[in-house]
């Protein structure tokens, strides 16, 4: 399998100040983007943490672990980076007041054999688009989401709800944080879209949809999608990651291309 990245990140119309990051390693096939938040600009330096430290780390355990490493082996190693990266993001809000508070949601995914092994925590998110059919392959660990589980809300009235932003899970705000981790199996041609909520918040799923099914080229879209999360408002940061999958080409055997087949 072959893979492309690209990444890009925008302040939006709002905001000075840019809280999100995204980090991505081609060799170990690793990707990571997380929305800070706190005063201070300690949003930037939570998110900037959390992705520095987890590429870093995580893709460094890749490398020695080797190319045979199975994908649980990759789960207990993203779980282990990400509660070090909490640690010491939460450390460092604890020794320095103008840190105090802060935190970052993450999503991070590792590509192994046929396997994604994908981690989140809060409500950055994860699609896909396989086939012509895109999904959200996370689920927002957020206080409207728990309303919509409960059947407080439909998804009508929290596409305009006034607590889009309250996450019930961050990165380095409490000593200990649960990241949920899942496994999805991959295919040729997948396309994976990770984000910050100044995306999902700004542009709805349909519109995100006809964007990247389109026949722009990655770099295309994903200069598409922030501009219509800016035209939209551009409320908040925004920032996209995506991951093309293409099938590599069989290799041909050695008769064979002597025989020109």
């Known amino acids: 399998m072959n893979y492309q990245f690209c990444a890009k990140t925008d302040p939006g119309r709002a905001r000075d100040n840019n809280e999100d990051a995204v980090a991505y390693d081609e060799l170990t096939l690793t990707a990571v983007l997380a929305d800070g938040m706190g ?18 780390e995580l893709s460094r355990w890749i490398t020695e672990a080797g190319t045979n490493v199975k994908a649980k082996e990759v789960r207990r190693a993203m779980e282990i980076c990400v509660d070090n990266a909490n640690r010491s993001i939460f450390n460092s ?10 935190g970052t949601t993450l999503v991070v995914g590792v590509f192994r054999e046929d396997k994604l092994v994908l981690g989140h925590i809060g ?3 994860c699609y ?3 086939e012509g059919s895109f999904e959200q392959i996370t689920k927002d660990h957020s206080l409207l989401q728990e309303q919509m589980d409960a059947g407080l809300i439909t998804a009508e009235q929290a596409a305009t709800s006034s607590i889009k932003n309250l996450v019930t899970r961050a990165l380095g705000v409490d000593e200990s944080v649960l990241l949920e981790v899942n496994e999805h ?7 994976y879209l990770m984000c910050s909520d100044g995306l999902s918040d700004m542009v709805n799923d349909d519109a995100i949809a006809k964007i990247v099914a389109s026949e722009a080229t990655l770099d295309q879209k994903a200069k598409q999608l922030i501009d219509a999360a800016n035209e ?13 999958l293409h099938e590599a080409p069989e290799k041909r055997g050695l008769i064979a291309r002597w025989l020109g087949k």
Do not use: C, P, W
């Open 185 to 191: 199996t991959i295919q040729g041609s997948d396309l």
């Open 123 to 125: 409500d950055s998110r």
């Open 39 to 56: 005063g201070y600009n300690a949003g930037e330096i939570a998110s900037g943490m959390a992705t520095a430290f987890i590429k870093s």
């Open 232 to 244: 939209n408002g551009g409320r908040d940061n925004i920032s996209v990651l995506m991951v093309e």
């Open 93 to 102: 809000a604890n020794s320095n007041s103008h840190y105090a508070g802060m």
């Open 128 to 130: 896909r688009l396989r």
